[in-house]
């Protein structure tokens, strides 16, 4: 029995937090036991806002293979590639760009959006206004049957599937109509009670060392109304409780909230339960990265497989695509 096929992605943009774990991470590590996974280092997709700001990318590219690796997701089980070594992305975009309507690009509410925000980005641009073809690109050169994203990403696959249906019309069935899966997500706030963003430098990056992580929860803010320890607390405005949620055993939660309200347990210590609570869920994590870390020939090893491997599959579809376009492809 062959397996469904997964193909996701994230733009190699810094390092990763939690926020991008709970979003999205443990989606994928779950899902590698039961799909065929394929997972991009979107690198173009990265540029189409970043174009002017390079100077990191390999870092990056780099750095977020690393976050993955160590978050969970094994290189035995899971395809990781960067997305700009597979030249047939490119082609399968520029053939794509053929027939996509321009109209279907400029009305994406994500293209809107950015516009917008990003204003002093001059974002303006062709490529910018590409980006749903070039991630369509991606999904459909892998033949995806399923594509795990976040509620942000649901009018990309949409799209997606639009551009699908559209090739298949025209030249005749060549691709799968791919299904967005929802992630499944847990909240967790930032360390200020806000969303957890690199903007707001409030994170708790996957990479933090078990020290960095207990001074970040030390210096959380709590509940303003709460001086002394015998305060009652109000939990439901406090960060700390939140995250105790994710971390912390959940008939101790119960306990640390009747105290907090109570007045009976002091945010320090309450403070202090959470950073340890933290640290062994991501002891694992850590661990992995130390041993990666020790060999980057390693990690440019795994890059390097997970890359031929997506680009075999590649190429194989774009022979196809070139064979139903009634191309004549030299080889
Ligand atoms: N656009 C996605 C994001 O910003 C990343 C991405 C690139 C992607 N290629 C993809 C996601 C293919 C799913 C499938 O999150
Ligand atoms: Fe927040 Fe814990 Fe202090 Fe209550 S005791 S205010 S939950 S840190």
Redesign the pocket.
Known sequence: MTRKRIMSGMRPTGFLHLGNYFGALENWVKLQEEYDCYFSIADWHALTTSYEDTGELKENIINIAVDWISAGLDPEKSTIFIQSSIKEIAELHLLLSMNVPLSWLERCPTYKDQMQQLKEKNIATYGFLGYPNLQAADILIHKADVVPVGEDQLPHLELAREIARRFNYIYGETFPEPQAKLNQIKMLPGLDGRKMSKSYDNTIALSDSPDVIREKVRT?I??PQ?IKKTDP???D?????DF?KVFTEEAHVGN??E???GGT???V???KQ?AENIVKFMAPMYERRIKLLEDRGRIIEILKDGTDRARRFAKETMSEVYDKMNMLELE
Do not use: E, S, W
Not at 237 to 241: D, R, S, T
């Open positions: 959380m709590t509940d709460r607390g109000n939990p405005v406090c960060a700390v409780h105790h640390i909230r105290d907090c309200i347990i002091g945010c210590q309450c403070k959470l």
